[in-house]
């Protein structure tokens, strides 16, 4: 099993969710077949991996997270 990014995974999950919007309502993945696709669970991963996603690319960027230096005087 390979490692997924969340960016990739947000990928799939869009791509799951164009799917069943345009009519189908069953896809294989890895030799897996899924059938009838709960658009509310989709959703629900889309807006996880959406922010974890943003979360992995501000860490790739060195813009997020909280790795700040405090000095405290004595």
Same mark, same amino acid.
Not at 19 to 33: C, E
Not at 53 to 65: V, W
């Given at each position: 099993m390979t490692t997924q990014t969340y960016t990739q995974r947000l990928a799939l999950v869009r791509e799951a969710i164009d799917? #069943? #919007?345009?009519?189908?309502?069953?896809?294989? =993945?890895?030799? /897996?077949?899924y059938t009838r696709a709960n658009i509310f669970t989709l959703e629900r991963m889309e807006r996880? =991996?959406?922010?974890m996603?943003?979360?992995?690319?501000?860490?790739?960027? @060195? /813009? @997020? @997270?909280?790795?700040?230096? /405090? =000095?405290i005087g004595w």
């Open positions: 799917k #069943l #919007l345009t009519g189908s309502q069953s896809w294989s =993945y890895n030799g /897996r077949q996880h =991996y959406a922010k996603a943003a979360r992995e690319q501000a860490a790739a960027t @060195g /813009r @997020g @997270g909280r790795n700040r230096v /405090r =000095y």
